[in-house]
């Protein structure tokens, strides 16, 4: 080969590795701050709350809140992925924890 085909075989590779390490960076910052997957959880955590979870469904609500506080953290660390992760199951974990502790309350009533 000659050196002009060398200079331009390596500017391709060059040029092809700047490409490959924008786009990583581009998708690493396309993770975004789970602020409503975070609320939600708080909201449904509270919602639980007021239904008497810590009565009727102390297990349900205790992991709840474990999972939101993981989500916290993994969000002061700025692992949004990990955080949103958590956050959607502490709602989900929160949302079990209100039904039980609907229908176990309506149980005691009748």
Same mark, same amino acid.
């Given at each position: ?13 060059? /040029? /092809?590795? %700047? !490409?490959?390490? @924008? *786009?990583?960076? /581009?998708?690493?910052?396309?993770? =975004? ?22 009565? =009727?469904?102390?297990?349900? @609500?205790? #992991?709840? #809140?474990?999972? %939101? ?5 993994? %969000?002061?660390?700025?692992? =949004?992925?990990?955080?949103?992760? =958590? ?7 929160? +949302? *079990? *924890?209100?039904? !039980? +502790?609907?229908?176990? *309350? ?5």
């Amino acid at each position: 080969m000659k050196l002009c085909e060398l200079v331009v075989a390596k500017n391709r590779i060059n /040029f /092809f590795s %700047l !490409i490959l390490i @924008l *786009a990583v960076a /581009f998708l690493q910052a396309c993770s =975004y701050i789970p602020v409503q997957e975070m609320s939600d959880a708080r909201q449904t955590l509270r919602s639980a709350q007021e239904v008497g979870a810590a009565k =009727y469904a102390a297990e349900s @609500l205790a #992991e709840a #809140e474990v999972l %939101l506080e993981k989500a916290r953290k993994k %969000l002061d660390d700025g692992d =949004y992925d990990a955080a949103k992760k =958590y956050a959607v199951e502490a709602q989900s974990r929160a +949302s *079990a *924890a209100r039904d !039980i +502790s609907i229908k176990r *309350a309506k149980g005691m009533q009748h």
